[in-house]
């Protein structure tokens, strides 16, 4: 069975530093990747996607991931965090297809010192 | 604007008083879905439809109905709601394929 591990509940980084959250996923063949995120009291946003092709896309408000199939990753990363980006991360998988299913990660909430 | 609607937003009511959740989007996709999200657990997928009164079981479907007679429309249905029904819940909408590009803003459900 599909699934999607988010080993950081909580992290806190200092405003200007760099930033990456984990994600770890578990499914038998290359599965379709995402990040998106929630900030207080909004829905969930979608910050990028890996289907296939280079392993490391860009997303919106400058994030980044890399898929790492060796290591069953992808991890979201940005180079340098602004207090606008304290909000809860979310990856999650999908095996595409007629189902279309999303399998979420229990999250990760960013706090981001001044 | 592309957007999901979702109403209400907040609602607090009462075990077995059948509440109704409207969920719109003017992008004209065929696919939609609900999930409810719960600390600790993420979020998980009550139900979804491929298109026009097709719809399916998601990972959580006990407690809820939904329906899709338009295309645009996806409500969920709580007949008989209860307190472990209290969650946030939210619909999205998306072309098909792998991606669920947007979501509706969340109604918040307490059931008391």
């Known amino acids: 069975a599909q699934s999607v591990t988010q080993p950081d509940i909580h992290i806190t980084v200092s405003e200007g530093a760099s930033l990456e959250l984990r994600c770890n996923y578990s499914?038998?063949?290359?599965?379709?990747l995402f990040w998106y995120v929630q900030s207080p009291g909004q829905g969930l946003q979608l910050l990028l996607k890996?289907?296939?092709?280079?392993?490391l896309v860009q997303g919106i408000k400058g994030f980044e991931a890399e898929f790492k199939r060796s290591q069953s990753s992808f991890n979201l990363r940005k180079p340098s965090v602004h207090w606008s980006d304290a909000a809860e991360y979310f990856c999650?998988?999908?095996?595409?297809?007629?189902?279309?299913?999303?399998?979420f990660g229990t999250g990760t909430l960013l706090a981001v010192q001044p | 604007e592309a957007q999901v609607t979702q109403n209400p937003r907040y609602l607090i009511t009462v075990t077995g008083k059948k509440l109704t959740v409207t969920c719109s989007q003017n992008?004209?996709?065929?696919?939609m879905s609900w999930y409810r999200q719960d600390p600790g657990l993420g979020l998980r997928q009550i139900y979804y439809?491929?298109?026009?009164?097709?719809?399916d079981k998601g990972d959580v479907p006990e407690g809820y109905k939904v329906s899709r007679k338009e295309k645009r429309n996806f409500p969920l249905i709580l007949e008989s709601p209860s307190p472990n029904q209290t969650s946030l819940y939210f619909c999205?909408?998306?072309?098909?394929?792998?991606?669920?590009?947007?979501f509706g803003q969340g109604t918040r459900l307490t059931v008391v």
């Open positions: 999205a909408s998306g072309l098909g394929g792998a991606a669920l590009a947007f």
């Open positions: 499914y038998g063949a290359t599965p379709y």
């Open positions: 890996y289907f296939s092709g280079d392993t």
């Open positions: 999650a998988v999908s095996s595409g297809g007629a189902t279309n299913k999303l399998i």
């Open positions: 992008m004209n996709h065929e696919y």
């Open positions: 439809s491929m298109n026009v009164e097709v719809t």
